[in-house]
């Protein structure tokens, strides 16, 4: 089985409702899931983390990635928040 993102928290494993934070019913709050064959999604059960972490934390730098995260810590003066607040 492929390890895909899940469709329905789009990778993050939770989504806010109603101002609370809830952990997504389709991946049980990992963000990810087995697609089988037939193309339906299956939660990862616990008992195969350990043998699927690795690819897990690969998919995770990817996504995380694609959404502009480069690993590096920003300065305190090139933080955007900082920088608002400064009136810049």
Not at 33 to 62: F, M, N, S, T
């Amino acid at each position: 089985m492929n390890i895909v993102r899940c469709i329905s928290c789009d990778g993050y494993g939770w989504f806010e409702e109603d101002g609370e934070t809830v952990e997504c019913d389709w991946c049980g709050g990992i963000g990810y899931v087995y697609r089988g064959a037939d193309g339906a999604d299956r939660r990862i059960p616990a008992g195969d983390y350990e043998a699927v972490a690795a690819q897990l934390e690969r998919l995770e730098q990817e996504r995380l990635r694609a959404l502009g995260y480069t690993g590096q810590a920003r300065r305190p003066w090139e933080q955007k928040i900082r920088q608002q607040r400064r009136g810049t």
